[in-house]
């Protein structure tokens, strides 16, 4: 069923209202600043009384105005973000059950009259319909004019506790909803990337401020206690902020998909070595020196460290890797010209394993 009203103007969405579970809100997912502005939509587009979810459609343009582009991208950036939207999972415990499910199972382009449709994943059902109790709610003009990821999650979280005005949250749980369990593992680079540019968002473009309290175990922040105001009317600065808010770029999003990637790629073949944010900047930094600038690092360093799990010859592969992107290096074998035989290593290969050796 389409819901056929949603060709409107985007400016209208300013009286449009996100409803959620709880639930839905305290779950575990990573979701891009342009992911999470298209799931807000699609729910904001949700009314009370419905029993079943709908297909919504709007325009390219309309749905470009929506991510705030300009000009007229193509369809296949438009494609790519679907796409990519299509495959991210969010994990909802329940008692004991823990629940994996998409956000979005269909999109459709119809080239022809210029229009997007998408539909949610019926198995949101109970925490985006008919809600009776323990939900939030909020204005999605809210979260439209926040640019970072984090600051969307933090303002929904508090908004559950705007009533109480008050909560706390443990620093590892609150790392855990805001996707970064896995980054800024020193806790003043998670406040200074993470909340302090949230909250110069939040206080400056939204219907709450906040203020947060570091709750320490020793010399160690353990939680941190946020005291939280109702405002009527989104606070709006006399001066232009004197530090620019500092979006996710998409050096950031390749970065830190790769580094969970790699640290997946360590479990998956029981390697206890770890891996840590510093070895991988380094690796993107001497990466770009020999394979210059933009994403192409980034494919290489992810090929070379898997190409070294799969070669059992390799017993450390991240030294191994770490040699490679030094040296510049970025094939691990060569074919002996006969099809029946392995392939061999190359003749740098004794020289890597007598520096490794002489490290030990």
């Given amino acids: 069923m389409t819901d056929n009203k949603n060709q409107k103007s985007i400016e209208t969405m300013s009286n449009f209202v996100v409803t959620k579970s709880n639930k839905l809100i305290q779950a575990n997912y990573k979701l891009s600043v342009v992911e999470q502005k298209i799931v807000l939509f699609l729910v904001s587009k949700i009314r009370k009384e419905d029993e079943d979810f709908k297909t919504y459609t709007l325009s390219v343009k309309e749905f470009c105005d929506l991510l705030g582009y300009k000009?007229?991208?193509?369809?296949?950036?438009?494609?790519?973000?679907?796409?990519?939207?299509?495959?991210?999972?969010?994990?909802?415990?329940?008692?004991?059950?823990?629940?994996?499910?998409?956000?979005?199972?269909?999109?459709?382009?119809?080239?022809?009259e210029g229009s997007i449709s998408l539909s949610f994943d019926p198995r949101l059902k109970p925490?985006?319909?008919?809600?009776?109790?323990?939900?939030?709610?909020?204005k999605l003009k809210n979260?439209?004019?926040?640019?970072?990821?984090?600051?969307?999650?933090?303002?929904?979280?508090?908004?559950q506790w705007q009533t109480v005005k008050k909560t706390e949250i443990p620093l590892e749980k609150l790392r855990k909803l805001l996707g970064v369990e896995n980054k800024y593992n020193e806790y003043h680079n998670f406040k200074k990337r993470v909340l302090k540019i949230a909250m110069k968002e939040i206080n400056q473009n939204t219907d709450i401020t906040f203020d947060f309290e570091e709750i320490k175990k020793g010399r160690k922040v353990v939680s941190l206690r946020f005291y939280i105001k109702t405002e009527t009317v989104p606070n709006v600065p006399e001066e232009p902020p004197k530090e620019p808010i500092e979006e996710q770029t998409e050096e950031d999003r390749w970065f830190e998909s790769l580094f969970i990637e790699?640290?997946?790629?360590?479990?998956?073949?029981?390697?206890?070595?770890?891996?840590?944010e510093t070895t991988l900047r380094r690796w993107v930094s001497q990466a770009e020196?020999?394979?210059?600038?933009?994403?192409?690092?980034?494919?290489?360093?992810?090929?070379?460290?898997?190409?070294?799990?799969?070669?059992?010859?390799?017993?450390?592969?991240?030294?191994?890797?770490?040699?490679?992107?030094?040296?510049?290096?970025?094939?691990?074998?060569?074919?002996s010209g006969n099809s029946n035989q392995k392939d061999i290593l190359p003749s740098w290969w004794e020289k890597y394993k007598k520096e490794r050796n002489a490290r030990l």
């Fill in 71 to 112: 000009g007229t991208p193509k369809y296949s950036e438009l494609r790519m973000i679907t796409k990519k939207l299509l495959s991210k999972v969010l994990e909802i415990w329940e008692d004991d059950k823990l629940k994996q499910m998409g956000w979005i199972s269909y999109v459709e382009y119809n080239q022809s």
């Fill in 127 to 138: 925490y985006l319909l008919q809600l009776k109790k323990e939900f939030t709610s909020y």
């Fill in 143 to 159: 979260v439209m004019q926040l640019k970072s990821s984090y600051s969307i999650r933090l303002y929904e979280i508090l908004k």
């Fill in 262 to 276: 790699i640290q997946n790629l360590l479990k998956d073949y029981n390697i206890k070595d770890e891996m840590t």
């Fill in 289 to 335: 020196n020999h394979w210059g600038e933009g994403t192409t690092k980034f494919v290489k360093i992810r090929n070379l460290f898997k190409k070294s799990l799969e070669n059992k010859e390799i017993d450390n592969p991240i030294g191994f890797v770490t040699y490679m992107i030094k040296n510049g290096k970025e094939d691990i074998s060569r074919s």
